[in-house]
């Protein structure tokens, strides 16, 4: 049996559609999996099980990179294919069952829209496929001792990403508070030190994790924290998934749609983050944590 999944691009859209791949891996047994996703959120998928082939869909103009894609599928009979780009490529393949998403209705969070597509009778959390090997790595990234605090700094545009002095501000604050005794991970993606290099200066007392490029050594990292808060970006979303305490800190993206799931989102006045205070951040986290 072979079963294609069309995924998103971005981390963060990838792990909220895991959920449903992992009901697909459990209802068909059987079953082999090729996963088309964007080059960002492939490492995601490399350790699915039955997994017959990660094609990665790197975009190209005019959208020719559907004609690349459809290149690489035409010849399979598959079985099912979940298309969640709303792409022309299940109409264009030989297909026993398909399922393409349709638009997203106002207030519907995102995996709760996917949930739809398949008429499950509740939404199918994030799940990411970790192995003992990227549990291994993940070890010595985060080494056993007091509880850590993961702070994601960064963010994909600058208007989602909060400035790093009160980043710094809000972490003093919790450290003399809730998470009294705990270290701290400053995360990030490689390549992303110069940007969080302000913080890192202000919290001489973390330790940094910004050169790691496996998302799933990164997954697993983040499992063996104790509680996370970052800015609206894939990280939120992959700390969510490992069901840590989860604290995303939102601006102009609509959390009733794209907030991390399973964790808590606060929201700056305005969609402006410069308007979301110290103040606000922690008492948040506080809520969370209670």
Known sequence: ???LFITHTRIGDAVMSSGLLRHLVDTYPDARFTIACGPLAAPLFATVPRLARIIVVK???FDMHWLSLWTQVRGTQWDVVVDLRRSLISYLIPVRKRYVVGPIAPGVHHVAHLTHLLALPQPAPPYIYVDAKHRAAAALLVPDGPPVLAVAPIAATQRKTWPPERFAALVERLLAGPCHGWRVALIGGPGDEAQAAPL?????????????PDLL???AALARCGAFIGNDSGLAHLAASTGITTLALFGPTDPARYGPWGGAVVQ?????MAKLTVDQAATAFGHVMA
């Open 217 to 219: 050594t990164v997954h």
């Open 200 to 212: 890192v200066a202000a919290l001489p007392q973390a330790f940094g994790i910004f050169s790691e």
């Open 1 to 3: 049996m072979n079963i």
């Open 268 to 272: 700056a006045a305005g969609e402006d």
């Open 59 to 61: 975009k190209q103009r």
